[in-house]
Every structure is written in structure tokens, then in C-alpha cells.
């Protein structure tokens, strides 16, 4: 039986799935609408961003780093550009040794150079790019690039590197720069401007080269390049220019700084000669020095085993850091304190029968029996000790310290190099914080004494004392110190003085500095003066005063014998001096270790640096015999010049203490 069809059901029926089907396709389409404004309106600016910085890589261009040049325009650190090839760990795809060894087939690779690259892939990221060979010639680099398919996360790059022209001249000042490593990485992230060092592979580490790090560093500009799918530049879109650091002109004289040096030799030592008019540090000479090209690529550990284990320490900076008594150089200054403080007149004199007994101890002068009547004017230019032990005692240590204080005996000076330590100005405060012990905090009068002849607890930089005498050669006016004089715009080419004008004034009478300066002008001019040798024939008068530090105790009933005395227990030389005496250009502290008595080492350099600032005098060694060099730094018999020194741990009752030469 033939089954009939319900056409009313199956319209029904067709009309639900017509209605279901709408409905799932209106749906559908409300779901890509609202997707499609969600994507282009809601989030077009966040999407089309990515789009960008998938499409655009932002690539940093580091600036040029800033020039340094001395007060004449000579050149001290400057930038070129050469050829590195370097190797981005995280890309390569063999063993590295293996990689290094096909590498130098074609380049020069020597073992110092693995080892470099070695000590940078511990310091730096596995991304980075790292150099393995730098300053690559033209040969290598068309050897290198014709087999460049050959090398996954190898390539050669452009770079600027800084060299230094002088080499080792003037190091301490000028410092060095180089690879940034992690330590300096964590530092940079937590400066303020750290977005400045992107792409910057070179840092200061020492020297000026530091503490002016962000002005010679200059503004890290930008690249918009347009990328491929694959990472390959097609072009650039936009380009902001860096900016080129800030050029420091020194206050130094580079030929000065030179003479210097080569007045110094082989000997150890510091000088600082500074204009007390300005506080422009015109030398500035720690010795030995080093090379700082050295340490721009990041130093080979041959060489830095040698800097480290020399026994001459010649990455000390001596005229920062070295800590000295200041032997008789300290005397004049002694002196003014007497005068400002009443507690001496220049006529004023005593009876020196070559010692000075204070609690049962014997402070002894070095000549035998004494130097007879003396007063205030000898006392500085025969360098008598006895006057100046009579004088502490009478000061006390207290009225010492706050006189000394002004002049920056025990204060860091600030200048703009990093690290500057302060030395010690003892005073009854001081030796309070100093020790632990009860016993030891305690000041004891007997070790007022020692301090009147620069010995004892006293101990100042080089640069402490140069910037004291250039005070006092000012007269009083002081000068902040400073070894970049001008920071001058690479744009504009406008030029800034970093001191314009004095810090302050040491309230001092006019008429008792004139008394000092006249005693100490004594001492080169007085044939009894103790500089009067190294100064005889000087086309100019100068200032000066000679000093002698002892550097280990002479046991009581001993006496000083240079000849028994291993070379490193020498006393050390001193000499301050600033000339023309009637008008100052320059002032100068000068110290050999162990050079022995002041006259003898110290003053000859310091009258080769007058004679070529003051008269454009270069010393003429090479045409000398070396008995005619020799001759240079002889000075007057033992029993003729005067002593300086004292054991450093004061004075213990019932014993001797004897000074040494000047």
C-alpha cells in the first residue's frame, strides 16, 4: 500500500532547517564582523605596531667618542675605524675550536688572540657579537670574504676603535677604555640613561677616560630599516644621527708632561706641577706608567701578569693614591702657622746644639752640634730640624691640624679623577677614630715633635702637596685643582671652563707670606741653601724647599748608611718649589722613592721642568758623558745638608730619633 506524502510536515520541516541554517550563518557572519572591528579598530594601533616592528628593525648608531687633547691642541686619545672579524657564539653550528682553526687559515689568529676571545665569551652574552681579530688588513679581509659561505655566525664588521698616539706618555691621566663586561653591563642598567649605551661595546675604565665617561661617550642615534620575512635589510626609513661626545681639552702641557718623564728615567716617583693662578694641573706624572693601548681590545694575560707582579707597580697612580710623609717640605708651611699664630717672630731665634730632649727621648739633628743660632729664615733654608721640633711642641698637634687643614694637607682636593685618597692629617680627633684599643687612642705630646719635620703619623699624596705650595704661591687664594680645563661642544664648537673661579680663601697676612716665600727663595739662591746646587746658574729665581722621608726606623745608636741599605729602605727625595718666585706661573712637588736626600734626586728633575716651561730649555743628556750626568744630581757632603726624617710610629720614651738628608 502506497505510504502518502505530509507535505505540511516537510515544508515545516524545510523551513526549520532553512531558519537554522540562517541563523547559524547570521552567526557566523556577527562573529567575523565583530572580529573583523575588534582587530581593525578596536586594536588596530597595538597590531599595527607589531606589524611594524616585525617589519621594521630599529638598529642603534654608537656616536664618536669624544677627542682629548692637551692645553696646545695635541691629541692624547683619538678614534679610527678598521675591519674586526667576529663570531656570535649562539650562531655557530661546529665545535668553536674547530671553527677558530678554519678561521686562521685565512686570517692571523695567534694563541693570544684565542685566549682573549676566550675571557670575552665569559664576560659577555652568548648572542653577542665578539671580535676575535681586530685591525684586519685588506688582505685578510678579501681572503675571509670570499670564503664567507662557508662560516655560520661569522662576519666582519666596521668598527671604531680609540688609540692612544703617545702610547704610555701621560697614562695615568688619560686612562683607558674597554669592552664592557658584565659587571659594567649591571651598571649601566641601573643608570638613568641606559638606553644611551645600546649597541656600545667600549667603556671607560680608568682615568679621565672614566670619570668623564658620559660627556666623551655622546647621544647613541638611530636606524629604522626596513626588514624581510627572512631578517635581511631591503632599506632604511628613517635615520637619527648620534651625536659625537664631548672633546676635553686638558689643562696639561703634553712637552712638559714629557720632559718630566724623561727626567724621571727609570725611577719610581710622582710629580704634579699646577698654576696656582688657575688650579690648571700642567703635569701630572706617576712613574712607571703603561701602555694604554694595551687595554682597549681587552689585554692578553701575558702582559697583564707583567703589570701585576712588577715589582715598580706601574699601574699605581702615585700621584692619587701614593701616601708619603712630607719631610721638610712641610716646614715652611710650619712656619706660617708660627707667624699667623703668634707663637714665633722672624727675628725670633734659638740655640741649636743639634738635638732636642723633650720625656727622656732625643730628638736629633742631623748635623753634628747643631746649626748654632737660628731663627725663622734659617731655619727654612739650612732645613733645621731642632727649630721645628721646639715649634710642634709649642703648637700642639690640635692648632697644627686646623692650620694645615685649608691648605688640603689630608684632604682630597677633588679632582676629577676617581679614587683620589685622602692621607692622614693627624689630630687628637683623628687618632681617636683611627684605633680600636683604648691604650692606642690616646695622643702622647712626644709624638707632637716628630710632626714639625713632616714625619710621624703625617702622610699626603703628591697632589696634596703640589696643590699646597701652588696655595701658597697664590697667597692663599686656592684653586681647585683640575686636569681637564675646558669641555668643548662638537656641534657648536662652544667651549666651557670646568674652574672659572677660585674655591675660597686662607685668611693669611700678607707680610708673613712674603717672609716664607722670601726663606724658601733662600734655599735655591743661599749657598748654604739645601736646593742651592741643583738651582746654581737658573736663569730665573725660584721658590723651593728640599725633603727627605724616611722609610724604615734607624735603631737607636745607628746611624744612616745609604751604602748598607738595600735599594727599596732608601729614603725617599722631596722638593716643592714654584718659580718665578716674584710672580708664579707654576708651582711643583716632586718625590723619587727612595732617591735619598731631597737635593740630591728630586730637585734636579724639578729644575729641568722650570727650565723648560720657564725658558724652552730641553735637557741635553744625550751629548753628556755619565760622569758629566752624573755630576747633574751630585750634591753637598753628608755633613753639609740637613735632616728630615723620623720614625713613623712617633717617639717612645728614653730613645734617639735622628733625621735624615736633605
Not at 594601533?45 to 654608537?62: G, K, T
Not at 710622582?270 to 703603561?290: C, M, N, Q, R
Not at 753637598?636 to 717617639?651: I, M, Q, Y
Amino acid at each position: 500500500m502506497t505510504e502518502l506524502k505530509n507535505t505540511e510536515r516537510e515544508l515545516h520541516l524545510f523551513r526549520m532547517r532553512l531558519l537554522f541554517i540562517g541563523c547559524f550563518v547570521f552567526i557566523c557572519f556577527t562573529l567575523l564582523i565583530s572580529r573583523f572591528v575588534w582587530l581593525q579598530i578596536v586594536k588596530h594601533d597595538q597590531y599595527a605596531l607589531q606589524a611594524d616592528e616585525n617589519r621594521i628593525s630599529i638598529v642603534p648608531v654608537v656616536p664618536n667618542r669624544g677627542i682629548i687633547m692637551d692645553r696646545n691642541g695635541v691629541v692624547l686619545a683619538q678614534n679610527y675605524s678598521a675591519y674586526t672579524l667576529e663570531i656570535t657564539p649562539s650562531k655557530i653550528t661546529v665545535d668553536l675550536d674547530v671553527l677558530i682553526d678554519e678561521l686562521a687559515q685565512l686570517v692571523d689568529i695567534q694563541p693570544k688572540h684565542r685566549k682573549r676571545f676566550r675571557k670575552l665569551m665569559e664576560d659577555s652574552k652568548s648572542f653577542e657579537s665578539l671580535p676575535i681579530r681586530t685591525r684586519l688588513t685588506d688582505e685578510e679581509v678579501a681572503r675571509f670574504t670570499a670564503q664567507r659561505f662557508r662560516f655560520t655566525g661569522v662576519d666582519i664588521q666596521a668598527r671604531l676603535f680609540r688609540q692612544y698616539p703617545l702610547g704610555d706618555v701621560a697614562s695615568h691621566v688619560i686612562g683607558y677604555i674597554g669592552r664592557i663586561s658584565q659587571k659594567d653591563a649591571d651598571i649601566i642598567d641601573d643608570m638613568d640613561d641606559a638606553a644611551n649605551y645600546n649597541g656600545t661595546d667600549y667603556i671607560g675604565k680608568e682615568g679621565l677616560e672614566k670619570s668623564y665617561e658620559k660627556l666623551l661617550h655622546g647621544k647613541t642615534g638611530f636606524e629604522e630599516v626596513e626588514v624581510s620575512a627572512g631578517g635581511k635589510a631591503l632599506h632604511t626609513l628613517s635615520r637619527q644621527p648620534p651625536t659625537s661626545g664631548t672633546n676635553l681639552i686638558l689643562s696639561i702641557d703634553i712637552e712638559l708632561q714629557k720632559v718630566i718623564e724623561e727626567a724621571f728615567g727609570d725611577r719610581r716617583g710622582a710629580l704634579v706641577a699646577i698654576e696656582p693662578s688657575t688650579g690648571d694641573v700642567l703635569a701630572f706624572v706617576s712613574k712607571p706608567t703603561y701602555d694604554p693601548n694595551l687595554f682597549v681590545e681587552g689585554i692578553d694575560q701575558q702582559s697583564w701578569t707583567e703589570l701585576n707582579t712588577s715589582e715598580e707597580k706601574p699601574l699605581v697612580n702615585r700621584p692619587l693614591t701614593g701616601s708619603y710623609p712630607p719631610g721638610s717640605t712641610y716646614k715652611p708651611f710650619m712656619a706660617l702657622a708660627a707667624l699667623e699664630l703668634g707663637k714665633r717672630t722672624p727675628a725670633q731665634a734659638i740655640s741649636d746644639a743639634g738635638f732636642f730632649m723633650f720625656g727622656g727621648h732625643r730628638f736629633n739633628d742631623d748635623k753634628p752640634g747643631g746649626h748654632g743660632l737660628v731663627d725663622m729664615y734659617r731655619s727654612i733654608v739650612a732645613s733645621c730640624d731642632t727649630y721645628y721640633y721646639m715649634l710642634a711642641n709649642d703648637l700642639g698637634v690640635d692648632a697644627i691640624h686646623d692650620f694645615m687643614k685649608p691648605f688640603g694637607f689630608g684632604q682630597k682636593t677633588g679632582i676629577d679623577l676617581e679614587h683620589e685618597k685622602q692621607g692622614v692629617l693627624p689630630s687628637t680627633e683623628w687618632k681617636r677614630n683611627a684605633y680600636r684599643k683604648v691604650a692606642q687612642q690616646k695622643w702622647y705630646a712626644g709624638e707632637t715633635i716628630s710632626l714639625g719635620i713632616g714625619q710621624g703619623y703625617n702622610t699626603f699624596t703628591p697632589l696634596q702637596m703640589a696643590h699646597a705650595i701652588a696655595t701658597l704661591a697664590n697667597n692663599g687664594i686656592v684653586m681647585k685643582p683640575h686636569l681637564v680645563k675646558i669641555v668643548e661642544d662638537p656641534q657648536t664648537k662652544q667651549r666651557t671652563l670646568t674652574v672659572p673661579k677660585e674655591s675660597y680663601r686662607i685668611p693669611l697676612k700678607q707680610e708673613n707670606i712674603d717672609i716664607i716665600k722670601h726663606a724658601m727663595v733662600g734655599v735655591t739662591q743661599e749657598t748654604f741653601g739645601t736646593g742651592y746646587r741643583a738651582f746654581a746658574g737658573a736663569e730665573y729665581i725660584a721658590a723651593g724647599k728640599t725633603g727627605t722621608a724616611q722609610v724604615v726606623s734607624i735603631k737607636k745608636n745607628e746611624k744612616y748608611d745609604s751604602k748598607k741599605m738595600a735599594k727599596n729602605l732608601h729614603d725617599h727625595s722631596l722638593f716643592t718649589a714654584f718659580a718665578p718666585a716674584d710672580h708664579p706661573r707654576i708651582a711643583l712637588a716632586v718625590i723619587v722613592e727612595n732617591g735619598g736626600f731631597g737635593a740630591e734626586a728630586a730637585a734636579p728633575v724639578v729644575r729641568k721642568a722650570l727650565d723648560y716651561y720657564l725658558l724652552g730649555k730641553r735637557p741635553q743628556d744625550k751629548d753628556k758623558t755619565p760622569a758629566q750626568k752624573a755630576d747633574i744630581t751630585q750634591t753637598r757632603p753628608e755633613s753639609e745638608v740637613k735632616a728630615d726624617a723620623e720614625s713613623e710610629g712617633g717617639p717612645k720614651p728614653g730613645g734617639e730619633t735622628t733625621g735624615n738628608k736633605d
